[in-house]
């Protein structure tokens, strides 16, 4: 098993820094947009992590992560989530 854990720094509103884990970030093809599902490893009160899923957006060599905010892109992102669920 791989420990190496793959660590981004996001700029919050107030202009905080702070590390989180990446756990995917792929692109669909066909339109060309990009996500990351990321966790800050917080665990909710039934022990279970929370984890995040943003949409990518580049200016440059600027990364900017936006609200998904799509009843289409949701959906498209839940099945690729139940895909790589039914793979391990």
């Known amino acids: 098993m791989n420990d190496k854990k793959n660590i981004m720094v996001?700029?919050?509103?107030?202009?905080?820094?702070?590390?989180?884990?990446?756990?995917?970030?792929?692109?669909?093809?066909d339109n060309n947009k990009e996500y990351v599902i990321y966790t800050k490893n917080e665990v909710d009160e039934n022990g279970n992590v929370t984890i995040y899923i943003s949409n990518v957006t580049r200016n440059g060599d600027n990364v900017n992560l936006t609200t998904?905010?799509?009843?289409?892109?949701w959906t498209r992102i839940k099945n690729v989530l139940r895909e790589?669920?039914?793979?391990?």
């Open 10 to 29: 996001t700029t919050m509103p107030d202009g905080s820094k702070e590390e989180v884990e990446v756990l995917l970030a792929f692109k669909f093809n």
């Open 68 to 73: 998904v905010a799509d009843d289409n892109e």
């Open 84 to 88: 790589l669920s039914k793979a391990e």
